[in-house]
């Protein structure tokens, strides 16, 4: 079994139960009020095995399957034995990391709360990337583009969107996510900035 699959066996198992728990949602929902004022810090990571609905719960899960195996690939070939505690490390600490900034925006609101991975997800899809920016990306299953293009499009979306704070989405979580999958790769192997612009470039 892959890290992947597991990780979506226990956020599918968790999210599933929460549905029919609310004793659960609440011990797990991220609430910045109470994370910051009670040192309530577990929210900051277990709010990514909640999800709203069956719709969200699918889409972050079918994502994450679509790129995480290729990620754990690409750690093997980078980090060797030190891959698969570097990709667990990627995903557990890139939860807290998406969330930063809407703790710091939302630490003095009683009522704010968000559920979801899709700040882990976008770490581990904008890492595959970082490896392979030209690998096609499929919308629908018939539209092929490049990943670097689809990328820096969910960037400037999501970025507007968390400016615009209107749709009950913490699109914060998407953009620091993406940019943070990117960060922790590099922070461990500089080299993969120079092998993304090569390949960027087509030189490689």
């Known amino acids: 079994m892959t890290l992947t699959l597991a990780i979506i066996i226990i956020t599918v198992a968790i999210s599933l139960f929460a549905f029919y ?27 990514a095995l909640l999800h709203g609905d069956f719709f969200h719960l699918f889409i972050n899960m079918f994502v994450l399957y679509s790129f995480g195996q290729a990620v754990e690939y690409y750690y093997h070939l980078a980090f060797g034995s030190a891959g698969d505690i570097l990709y667990v490390a990627l995903y557990v600490t890139s939860i807290a990391a998406a969330n930063t900034s809407t703790l710091l925006k939302y630490k003095n609101s009683v009522s704010y709360t968000s559920v979801g991975a899709s700040g882990a997800v976008s770490a581990v899809v904008f890492t595959s990337i970082l490896f ?32 615009r704070s ?19 790769s590099v922070v461990f192997k500089p080299m993969l900035m120079v092998h993304f612009l090569m390949q960027l470039l087509r030189l490689n």
């Open 21 to 47: 728990n609310q004793s659960l949602t609440q011990a797990f929902i991220f609430n910045p009020y109470r994370v910051w004022h009670s040192n309530e810090w577990w929210r900051m990571f277990s709010c």
């Open 166 to 184: 209107n749709d009950n989405i913490n699109h914060e979580a998407h953009f620091y996510g993406a940019v943070y999958g990117v960060l922790f």
């Open 132 to 163: 392979n920016p030209y690998a096609k990306i499929y919308l629908y299953g018939i539209l092929g583009l490049p990943g670097i293009l689809l990328g820096i499009a969910y960037l400037v979306y999501s970025y507007y969107m968390s400016s």
